[in-house]
């Protein structure tokens, strides 16, 4: 596709129930983020794969919150047993790789709402 | 960890008034800026971006931005700001060390016509 596709737009999960986030990245990019955006919280770093590299899981907040790439393409962000705070819009980004001669390119974001 | 503070929360301006929105980073190294705009229904998109060279870098839609090393600054600015300009805007630092990429919270631009 020409831009990172997220799906879905918009989720509505009940509390204590798993919920799975796609990114698919612009192809061929190598680097892939994810971020959750709270209201008044800006963008907060979740995740970071570069490559055949072990992910970068240092912005994860707990451990229901995991990711993973297959073939270095499509990304998973998996939260379980959802709590209220994790509502919040996730978005995800790729890059071509070095973010010193390119920059990072957004998806729309997923809305979750855990209610 | 790096970290990114952008200190005005909410901005509301007139049209045709001058913009400056402040960005400061922590991080001793070399590193990469950037700003970031989130218009109301889209992604975020690039505004500009500094690297090297001169840190006076000029963006689209008339923005501007300084890199002041000594400061660890690089505000944004634009000279005229139009109704259209309402949005959301990201500072971002990445480090030459790594592909990390730190945002900070966001400000919030409201242009009144």
């Known amino acids: 596709g020409a831009g990172v596709s997220q799906s879905p737009s918009n989720k509505v999960t009940e509390k204590g129930k798993d919920v799975e986030l796609r990114c698919d990245p612009i192809s061929g990019h190598t680097a892939l983020y994810w971020y959750r955006q709270s209201l008044g919280q800006g963008l907060e770093f979740l995740i970071y794969?570069?490559?055949?590299?072990?992910?970068?899981k240092s912005g994860l907040p707990s451990d229901r919150f995991s990711a993973e790439r297959t073939g270095g393409s499509v990304s998973t962000l998996t939260i379980q047993r959802t709590q209220q705070e994790d509502s919040a819009v996730y978005l995800c980004a790729s890059s071509p790789g070095d973010l010193s001669v390119t920059e990072a390119f957004f998806g729309q974001g997923t809305r979750l709402t855990v209610v | 960890a790096q970290s990114v503070s952008q200190h005005n929360h909410h901005v509301i301006l007139s049209e045709a008034a001058s913009l400056e929105l402040g960005c400061n980073y922590s991080y001793g190294g070399t590193v990469n800026l950037f700003w970031y705009v989130q218009y109301p229904g889209q992604h975020l998109q690039l505004l500009l971006k500094?690297?090297?060279?001169?840190?006076l870098v000029k963006g689209i839609k008339g923005f501007e931005a300084e890199f002041i090393k000594s400061k660890f600054s690089f505000n944004l600015r634009k000279p005229s700001v139009q109704w259209s300009d309402t949005a959301e805007y990201f500072c971002?630092?990445?480090?030459?060390?790594?592909?990390?990429?730190?945002f900070g919270t966001g400000t919030s631009l409201t242009v009144i016509p």
């Open positions: 500094y690297f090297s060279g001169d840190p």
């Open positions: 971002a630092v990445n480090a030459w060390t790594g592909n990390q990429f730190y």
């Open positions: 794969f570069q490559g055949n590299s072990a992910p970068d």
